[in-house]
């Protein structure tokens, strides 16, 4: 924006102009052939620069460090720190791309979690699971997760259930102990000896079974081997 008034107001000066400018990104923005962001703003100032052209005056875009001490810069930089304090805008500049993008990827964050908060007040045991075992944070899967571990992580993030649970049959037999296992995901959380390793570390006070799958899933490296040779029940 300063770049853009400082053209405006040497538009009727005689002569070249040199603009000069502590920042190399703005630089590089206004010399690029097509610009991905600040569209809007780089094209009126592309636009001055022509008009400067047409009138056979050159337009000198001069990089230079900051906070050396040059005279012209620490005035600029005084007064943009000043406007900081203004009480309204004066000036609206349209938001870039990618500032668009935080805000619309921010604002799907708040109606998810809003719209899981619901849930869980209404209690659902889906979404009280979900906020219990991942505090609504983001997952720890990485492009080096293979895919799964990755739907292993899913599904306990999610709480499933099995599919003979909702088709209201009775438990089955744990293919890993033999025992009966009526709630499948809790007998493997808390009961299975095969998987006793996963409740390592942890005290007699954190053995609910949300509490053991954010446990896992905070140590998947640690526990990864087994989930993916014992796969949790299904
Ligand atoms: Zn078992």
Known sequence: MA?????????????????????KGAILAIK?????????????????????????????????????GILGNEEADILAKSALSCSTVSIKVQPSITHLK????SYAKLQEESEVRRHYLQ???????????????PHDITKQTTRKLSIITHR??????????????EGR????CDREAIQPLEHYLLDCPETQSLRSNLTENELTPAQITRHILNNI???????MSHTPLR
């Open 123 to 137: 209690d659902s045991r889906t979404s009280k699971w979900y906020v219990d075992v991942t505090n609504l944070g």
């Open 173 to 176: 037999l744990c293919q890993y």
């Open 156 to 169: 306990l993030r999610l709480g499933y259930l099995c599919t003979w649970q909702m088709i209201g049959n």
């Open 221 to 227: 490296r640690t526990h990864g081997n087994l989930l």
């Open 3 to 23: 770049i853009l008034k400082a053209l405006e107001n040497s538009n009727l000066k005689e002569g070249n102009t040199t603009v000069h400018i502590d920042s």
């Open 32 to 68: 690029a052939t097509n610009p991905k962001e600040n569209v809007t703003l780089i094209t009126a100032i592309k636009s001055v620069a022509k008009s400067h052209q047409a009138a056979d005056r050159r337009v000198i875009l001069n990089w230079i460090p900051s906070h050396v």
């Open 102 to 105: 935080e805000m619309a990827k």
